[in-house]
């Protein structure tokens, strides 16, 4: 009789167990692979705080999230606000509900080419990939200072189009004379001496390019309940990576970067684009209007930033959230 009393426990345990774990909303995330995406991919070690598994997937460029969005296998993305433009102008059904981080770029020149400032990019070879918070920085540099360009020859500055994986090794290998990098990229090609910096390109009206997290529509509008549950585990991985820069350290360079980043090149990496989880209609709206004047990503119908700017979720989720101490902060980094 005791035998079965607890084979019959056991069996309620277990399931429970499969209940609890069932109970779990699943939200699919689109990320990249650069230092200041990290407190997004630390949403997972915290989702079950918010009764939800997030299941992440690694993506070369945030344009390259897009058509898994539009095939249905991805719920939130994050990825620079072009990116997001570029998406929704096509059709896409995104919402940008918050940014993650701010700054990240640099343009790094390669040592003893003379190059010491925007200007001295005249006759050189740039690197930039196509589409990106780069590309849009840099031609808005290069139009401050009066430059022409083109990927082609018989401007004042060549652009050649490269992923961000190529680009320092490009310039290692003496292929380009300068690039506009993201982050971590851009510091460790300065730590490692084949790079120098030229500018953090922030001086034009774009300002300091902030990346957002975007939502699908039918996310945002059929799951509204564990949509807000979503930000507020953002809000959180957040303040807790800018309250616990150790932390945030330890997670992106072991868990991310499995020890392929050094922690100096983290520190500058970070100091160059730092946490953050704010946006606001005006900035997507500037960054829209830069992208239509330079050409970049070819939209037939810019959209409109009110339309798709959702901040609601992020502002009842800062409303609602406790603050985050560094010695409080969750220290999990598996």
């Not at 991805?74 to 940008?96: H, L, T």
């Not at 009206?205 to 953002?234: D, H, M, Q």
Request: aromatic letters at 6%; a neutral charge; one cysteine or more.
């Amino acid at each position: 009789m005791l035998r079965k009393s607890l084979l019959a426990a056991a069996i309620a345990a277990v399931t429970l167990a499969a209940h609890d774990a069932s109970a779990a909303d699943l939200v699919r995330l689109g990320n990249l692979k650069f230092a200041h995406y990290g407190a997004v991919s630390y949403m997972k070690e915290i989702a079950g705080k918010y009764d939800l598994k997030i299941e992440e997937r690694v993506f070369p460029k945030g344009i390259d999230i897009l058509p898994a969005i539009v095939a249905g296998e991805i719920d939130v993305a994050a990825s620079a606000v072009d990116a997001a433009i570029a998406g929704r102008a096509s059709g896409v059904p995104i919402y940008a509900v918050a940014g993650f981080a701010k700054g990240g770029a640099r343009i790094v020149a390669k040592p003893g080419a003379g190059i010491k400032s925007i200007a001295d990019l005249k006759g050189k070879k740039v690197a930039t990939p196509r589409g990106g918070a780069q590309e849009l920085i840099l031609l808005a540099e290069l139009a401050k200072h009066g430059l022409s360009w083109s990927d082609r020859s018989g401007k004042d500055v060549q652009i050649v189009y490269m992923a961000y994986a190529d680009m320092n090794q490009a310039l290692l290998s003496g292929n380009i004379d300068a690039m506009s990098q993201s982050e971590p990229q851009s510091s460790q090609a300065i730590n490692k001496g084949f790079g120098v910096e030229v500018i953090k390109p922030y001086d034009t009206e774009l300002g300091e390019p902030v990346r957002s997290l975007v939502v699908t529509e039918e996310f945002y509008n059929k799951k509204p309940e564990v949509a807000e549950r979503l930000i507020r585990c953002f809000v959180e991985a957040t303040a807790t990576f800018i309250a616990n820069p150790e932390l945030a350290e330890k997670y992106v360079r072991e868990q991310m970067f499995k020890g392929q980043i050094t922690s100096q090149d983290f520190k500058d990496a970070i100091g160059n684009s730092p946490y953050s989880y704010d946006l606001s209609v005006a900035h997507v709206q500037v960054t829209t209007d830069l992208m239509q004047k330079f050409g970049v990503g070819r939209m037939d119908n810019p959209p409109k930033a009110t339309e798709w700017v959702k901040l609601d979720l992020l502002e009842r989720a800062k409303a609602a959230a406790k603050p985050v101490g560094s010695k409080t902060a969750d220290t999990k980094t598996n």
